[in-house]
């Protein structure tokens, strides 16, 4: 890993000493030097996918910090170099970008389609998080079983989306602008509005700060909800549920049980509609 390190930090070109940001994730390497951030994907990756990720950050500096060189190889793992950004404060959720990381969703939405783009990654995350659950874990089986509840996962695309949006993806440079492009492409933009969702349904996120975030994508023009947000949001919310608490399990570091609870009700509301 040392070796991994100490090469992507000298793809950054500076002298800086590097620190490696969100822990050893092992198929993800991210290191800061200085102010250039690299990030090391794994050899598995679609590279051409990717190239045509970075096209989009850099053609739209308005929407996404652009990446400040063209694709790199590390040991054949693909490197993407970044300027950094200063992340969104973890302190206070009221004082948190919601209005503005909405009125970026909007107008990434808005954007024309690439031809033969990349499809969006979600909700293939959903799939990988499921399957990385190991079954033994406590809680475990509510979780695999609101999963198997749910109906098929929407795979078609309307619209140019950044396929795994939080408030993690959002970095202030100069303004605020999206960040890590590894699922941006083609799909539909519900998914992009379902994790606030499903924190908002699962009780996590206040009913205040959802209502500014949702608010602030309609009037910005927002295409993803055409009718009563509920009625395309349900099913995509209650996958991301499912995949958030999936992670609380592996990972511990969100909180478990609103999430557990969460599963609880949606196998109950799809078991009671399958007996109906």
């Known amino acids: 890993m040392d070796d991994l390190i100490a090469a992507m930090a000298s ?81 206070d959720a009221d004082a948190a970008p919601w209005e503005e990381s909405a009125a970026l969703l909007a107008k990434l939405h808005s954007l024309p389609v690439p031809v033969r783009g990349p499809v969006a990654g979600a909700p293939e995350r959903i799939v990988r998080a499921i399957r990385a659950l190991p079954p033994e874990l406590p809680y475990a089986d509510v979780v695999l079983r609101a999963y198997e509840v749910l109906p098929s996962l929407d795979l078609s695309g309307r619209a140019l989306i950044h396929g ?70 349900n099913i995509p919310a209650q996958a991301y549920v499912v995949q958030m608490a999936a992670r609380a399990l592996v990972t511990g570091l969100q909180a478990v049980e609103p999430l557990v609870e969460a599963c609880r009700r949606i196998v109950t509301t799809h078991e009671s509609s399958d007996r109906g």
Do not use: C
């Open 11 to 91: 793809l950054t070109g500076s002298s800086a000493d590097p620190e490696v940001l969100g822990g050893d994730r092992g198929d993800v390497v991210v290191v800061r030097v200085g102010d250039v951030v690299a990030k090391a994907m794994p050899a598995d990756t679609d590279v051409e996918a990717l190239e045509q990720r970075l096209e989009i950050a850099a053609a739209h500096p308005e929407l996404f910090v652009p990446p400040l060189a063209p694709l790199q190889f590390v040991d054949d793992r693909p490197v993407t170099v970044w300027p950094y950004g200063t992340p969104v404060s973890q302190d």
């Open 164 to 233: 795994d949006w939080h408030l993690g993806q959002l970095v202030h440079r100069g303004g605020w602008r999206l960040i890590d492009v590894d699922d941006l492409g083609v799909g539909d933009p519900v998914w992009d509005l379902a994790r606030p969702a499903a924190l908002f349904a699962a009780g996590v996120l206040p009913d205040d700060l959802w209502a500014r975030f949702l608010n602030t994508y309609r009037e910005t023009g927002g295409v993803a909800l055409t009718t009563s947000e509920w009625d395309v949001l």
